[in-house]
């Protein structure tokens, strides 16, 4: 049933959802010691695809359609792989906390993608909100942990590149998909559409795909793929059906802030002051972003 406000009960479950989606980034870095990354990518869409494609039969809901918006389909699914290339490739060389900062910039990516080519308003609120982004971008860079070098200045650039591919994603969504297609299906073709994207990615890009595979390795794997890719995912397509999006979406600043913290605590990453900085201007300009008054 249809709720008008964000209830305890949908915030828990939001708080569970972004602390989920915080440890993902430690887990990919921990699968990336089993598998080349964009072969674990392969992988991951692989797995949760299968699970969708259940969920999918089980709801009697077509698996793809048949007209103009299996190639909007197909778009979506480029981008979607093209995201986690970048992402997966980038945890190789920086870390996990930075990656989750970095790659949590789509908000912005999307609001700026909104205004350019949906038409939507930037008001005072969402500048404000693209100005501490902007000046939080600025404070992780400067914020250097003593592992330095320039293999990480290139996965961080390999991050900022997988949280635009996810903003495009998205805006390609809300402007050809959105309210033409059941949830689900903007779920499948994300994940189905991506797995021949990754597999010729990782066909050309790494000699060796399966690397020093370890149960920890395999765990983050099933993490990744199961919790995340799907279960966390469909949880989350439950609550837009329940409560107002802007609810929630206002609450999604919580997810960096987990992901430095489980950086810290899983991998022992060093949290400079730059970075907890950059955190917090970041998860800010989130929070404006996303904000809507009541009316």
Known sequence: MAKDHLDLQGFLILLVLTMLWGLNYTA???ANTG???VFNAFLRSSIASAFGVAYCLSIKQPLFHRDIRFFHGCMVGL???LEFVCLYIGLLYTDSARAGILINFSPFVVAIGAYLFLKEKLGITKI???VLAFTGLYSVFQGKPM???TSMLFGDILELGAAVMWGATTVYIKKFLADRVHPIHTFLYQLVLSIPVLFICAFF??????LDVSSSAVLALLYSSIVIAFASYFVWFKLIHTYPVSELAVFTFLTPVFGVVCGAIFLGEQVTTGLIIGLLLVS????LTNYRKKN
């Open 284 to 287: 800010g300009g989130i929070y």
């Open 35 to 37: 598998f080349a990354p």
């Open 147 to 149: 592992t330095w070098n």
């Open 79 to 81: 981008l979607f792989g």
């Open 128 to 130: 404000a909100g693209l």
């Open 205 to 210: 890009l790494e000699q060796k795909w399966v």
């Open 28 to 30: 990919i870095k921990i």
